[in-house]
């Protein structure tokens, strides 16, 4: 079945760095990606999706576009903050079902 | 607007008993799905719902099973419980069944079997 693989953690930052996680999937055709955040004893919240190739979503700073040449979405953020720390997940929907996660890749950023 | 809403929050039971978890969808929304998370892993679809019929449904035994009611709100229940059952029950909303839909989540059910 279709999976998606998301870079170990934990990543470890000082506030101000730049960020990335990389995340590639392996769906045919072209599912739609997203991106969730996971803080401490929370559920998942969504931070930015694409759903066609060559898609750029954004939110709060964070940028992703959508390769399909390379399966890829990563996760990119020009300078993280104490507060960008929890738990980030890639996730892809090829037919508006179920969607498809990562294992997860926690952040955690010192001041 | 108020979000997706899961009740209870937090559930403890023991191995052999039954448990429903409830969830009330983001207002408008007629799709609602199940995901099952393990501490440290990403979460699992278990079940989808839509207008009332079971439109999808995860690899998980028949112990797991949920239905979707008129108001569009939803039910997971779980017969038999085993220890491995243990973790962060997980609904999620969205508009219309749809890829280019997000699905939004609620906070969760912590669900430990002891």
């Known amino acids: 079945g279709d999976s998606v693989t998301q870079m170990e953690g934990p990543v470890t930052l000082s506030e101000e760095a730049f960020l990335t996680i990389n995340c590639t999937y392996t769906?045919?055709?072209?599912?739609?990606l997203f991106w969730y955040v996971q803080y401490p004893g929370e559920g998942l919240q969504l931070l930015l999706k694409a759903t066609k190739a060559d898609d750029k979503g954004s939110n709060k700073g964070f940028e992703a576009t959508y390769r399909k040449e390379t399966t890829s979405f990563h996760l990119e953020k020009g300078s993280v903050q104490v507060s960008d720390s929890a738990v980030y997940f890639c996730a892809e929907d090829q037919a508006g079902t179920a969607l498809i996660f990562g294992k997860g890749t926690t952040l955690s950023v010192s001041s | 607007d108020a979000g997706v809403t899961q009740s209870p929050t937090h559930l403890i039971k023991t191995r052999g008993q039954q448990v429903t978890l409830r969830c009330s969808p983001i207002s408008g929304h007629k799709s609602v799905s199940w995901y099952q998370q393990v501490l440290g892993q990403g979460p699992q679809f278990i079940f989808q719902y839509y207008e009332k019929e079971e439109r999808g449904r995860g690899n998980f035994p028949d112990r797991f099973s949920a239905r979707q009611f008129p108001n569009y709100s939803s039910e997971l229940n779980v017969n038999a419980l085993l220890l491995g059952d243990s973790a962060l029950y997980l609904c999620?909303?969205?508009?219309?069944?749809?890829?280019?839909?997000?699905?939004?989540f609620g906070d969760g059910t912590r669900l430990s079997i002891l």
């Open positions: 999620a909303s969205s508009l219309v069944r749809n890829s280019n839909q997000p699905q939004h």
């Open positions: 769906a045919t055709g072209y599912p739609s």
